[in-house]
């Protein structure tokens, strides 16, 4: 969000990517040691998978995770405590949360797949366009989900077999 002339100041440009899954995994063990609990090693790869590639994300659900093991299981955090812990939080296999799941359907089931406007899948979610271009999109974006368009967002393949969709007669599940 820097402008031009004071980017060009810095002399040295970097652009920021997402984590690899190996990266997480580490980050998950280490977070799992500083916070006292046990973690296989399934359970950690599961974290990471589930992340959307930024460690922030990786935290706050291993943190839950361990809530939901206090409570509900041996303190021990396995692959099935992770998958109940996120499904009870909302985040399904691919790392899509609830608003995500909602911008997809709003551009599948209200404008069809698309190509639809940001603007328009705003104003339909009632949320700001901002935090979807910002928070929403990015992983959309790079797990092959949603396309960005000249004429708008559009909904890809994948994305209508994750959410269980029919894509021109075909029913993906």
Excluded: C, M, W
């Excluded at 810095?10 to 799992?32: H, N, P, Q």
């Excluded at 006292?36 to 922030?56: D, F, M, Q, Y």
């Excluded at 209508?160 to 969709?165: A, C, V």
Aim: hydrophobic residues 40%; charged residues 30%.
């Amino acid at each position: 969000l820097l402008s031009a002339p004071l980017r060009d100041r810095f002399g040295i440009f970097r652009s920021l990517d997402f984590y690899a899954e190996s990266d997480l995994v580490k980050i998950t063990r280490r977070s799992a040691s500083l916070l006292g609990v046990t973690i296989g090693e399934e359970a950690a790869v599961t974290l990471a998978r589930r992340s959307r590639g930024t460690p922030r994300i990786v935290n706050r659900l291993l943190k839950r995770v361990r809530d939901y093991s206090q409570v509900r299981a041996d303190e021990t955090i396995t692959r099935d405590t992770v998958s109940s812990a996120l499904k009870l939080e909302g985040v399904d296999e691919e790392g899509l949360t609830e608003l995500d799941r909602r911008y997809l359907n709003t551009i599948i089931k209200f404008y069809h797949g698309g190509p639809v406007g940001i603007e328009a899948i705003a104003a339909t979610l009632q949320e700001e366009s901002d935090t979807l271009v910002d928070i929403v999109e990015p992983y959309l974006l790079k797990i092959g989900f949603v396309l960005r368009t000249s004429s708008g967002r559009k909904a890809t393949e994948a994305a209508y077999k994750h959410l269980g969709f029919r894509v021109q007669g075909k029913l993906f599940s």
